[in-house]
């Protein structure tokens, strides 16, 4: 089956940028996503990418897609201490659900 | 983005009790609704695909007598935990896809089980 497989963690300081990589093995995939979960919490979608695209950028956020290799990643310029969270790399091919890795913790040491 | 919210947002029961869990898409209709688990520090596992007007599709290893799923309207998905026991103590999330490619995400339910 679908597999999605991300680093456990990740600790940067305050300012600087952070880079959470991510793998995935379906071709199929149509849609890739960043979510972010803060303790408690639901999901938040940050952004996706189509996989015709390379690149997406959004206010701090850069997502880079590599489709021949199949590797996602999301940069966070400027981390804040608000940043820290649990930050989840999904898949579907649209309509389908989606499949996520196990998420990585980001941790911003002020 | 559209909105999806659950209800509700924590709950508590005793060992037996059977809990139901909504999920409601407000601004849009979803012919599609999803339902996670995410047990703590866990990923989310996709438990079920629910259609309106028809059955839900269970992954294996779910048993569809103990969560019982109900997709009665476009707006309106309904989880139910029968006889719920600690072992079902997790973190319920839904979600509705729109139709346009993008699936949107509740809240969240938080089920604790004495």
């Known amino acids: 089956g679908e597999d999605v497989e991300q680093s456990l963690f990740l600790s940067v300081r305050e300012g600087d940028s952070s880079v959470i990589n991510c793998t995935y093995t379906d071709s199929s995939s149509t849609y890739l996503y960043w979510y972010k979960q803060e303790p408690g919490a639901g999901l938040q979608l940050l952004t996706y990418i189509f996989s015709n695209m390379d690149m997406k950028q959004d206010q701090r956020l850069t997502v880079l897609l590599n489709k021949k290799d199949k590797h996602l990643s999301l940069r966070i310029a400027d981390t804040q201490t608000g940043d820290s969270a649990i930050y989840f790399c999904?898949?579907?091919?649209?309509?389908?659900?989606?499949?996520f890795g196990k998420g990585t913790r980001l941790s911003v040491i002020a | 983005g559209a909105v999806v919210s659950q209800h509700p947002s924590r709950v508590i029961c005793k060992s037996g009790t059977s809990v139901k869990i909504e999920c409601r898409s407000l601004?849009?209709?979803?012919?599609?609704m999803f339902w996670y688990r995410q047990f703590p520090k866990q990923s989310l596992m996709l438990m079920a695909t629910s259609n309106e007007g028809s059955k839900a599709t269970y992954e294996q290893g779910v048993e569809k007598d103990k969560f019982l799923i109900n997709h009665a309207s476009l707006t309106l998905s309904t989880l139910t935990v029968t006889s719920a026991h600690p072992e079902d103590s997790s973190f319920y999330i839904c979600?509705?896809?729109?139709?346009?490619?993008?699936?949107?995400f509740g809240p969240g339910t938080r089920l604790t089980v004495l």
């Open positions: 601004d849009f209709q979803a012919t599609t």
């Open positions: 979600s509705a896809y729109s139709g346009v490619n993008e699936q949107f």
């Open positions: 999904a898949e579907s091919e649209g309509n389908t659900p989606l499949v």
